[in-house]
């Protein structure tokens, strides 16, 4: 898997946000599928062409019969078992490729080809908002900030402290289930700033759709300055997000 992950990386230089794969993967089925469906179609209205009744009965030709293999006959058996042999070929390599993205974005960059600037943030889903905490220990509610970059890296561990919920982000490809006593994996990159939402993707009770949330995607520099200014706070500001968590 890490020859897989290694050659991710390699091909585009840094690397790649899972809608990026996903949008890959799509692209790449949609012309596969267009193709074949154009060959097939042409093909068919070829052979209906060629082969339609005129009425006109023609010495020695023996036409192919609905239910019968080709015997052989001017290489029909020849096209069948090449047609045969190319829809072989594309399904496997389709299968091989989409399993090959999908395992990046599984497994994610694994840690030990991983940068200095990767972080790993503590997800806590509660009736009803999402609770944050960064490795020096600063906790935000609802709010998550995290520096743009292609080689940042965010891994977030998912998990929940009353009912089960579902974190996701639709722009950044982000779902995944917070469950109680489980700690659910994901990890997501945000090469440009800006603002995207977080919603609840499972009915979790009355408050259920004013569950969201923010990740707020900042310039490095800017992240790191704000990053540096939580350490003195962090622990003040860590019990009145809990607080004001357990009085919703």
Same mark, same amino acid.
């Given at each position: ?17 899972? &809608? ?67 829809? &072989? ?12 993205? *999908? ?40 709010? *998550?900030?995290? +520096? &743009? ?30 469950? +109680? ?38 310039? +490095? ?17 860590? &019990? ?9």
């Amino acid at each position: 898997m890490m020859d897989l992950l290694v050659l991710q990386q390699q091909a585009s230089g840094s690397w790649r946000t899972q &809608a990026e794969v996903f949008s890959e993967i799509f692209l790449v089925f949609l012309v596969i599928g267009t193709v074949v469906g154009v060959v097939v179609i042409s093909y068919t209205l070829y052979n209906g062409y060629r082969y339609r009744d005129t009425g006109e009965e023609t010495a020695g030709f023996d036409a192919p019969q609905l239910g019968e293999l080709p015997t052989g006959q001017d290489g029909k058996s020849k096209k069948l078992f090449l047609s045969f042999g190319l829809s &072989a070929i594309i399904v496997i390599s389709v299968v091989v490729y989409s399993y090959t993205l *999908l395992l990046y974005v599984e497994s994610g960059p694994s840690s030990e080809i991983e940068t200095e600037g990767n972080m790993d943030v503590q997800v806590t889903g509660f009736q009803f908002g999402w609770q944050f905490e960064y490795p020096n220990g600063q906790t935000e509610l609802n709010t *998550l900030r995290v +520096p &743009a970059g292609e080689d940042q890296v965010i891994r977030l561990q998912i998990t929940s402290r009353d009912v089960m919920h579902n974190f996701g982000v639709t722009e950044l490809r982000i779902k995944s289930d917070a469950i +109680p006593g489980e700690t659910s994996e994901e990890w997501f990159l945000a090469d440009e700033p800006g603002s995207y939402t977080i919603e609840c993707f499972e009915l979790c009770g009355i408050g259920h759709s004013q569950m969201r949330g923010e990740i707020i995607v900042m310039e +490095p520099d800017e992240f790191n300055e704000w990053y540096d200014g939580t350490y003195e706070g962090a622990s003040s500001q860590t &019990a009145e997000v809990e607080t004001g968590a357990e009085s919703r």
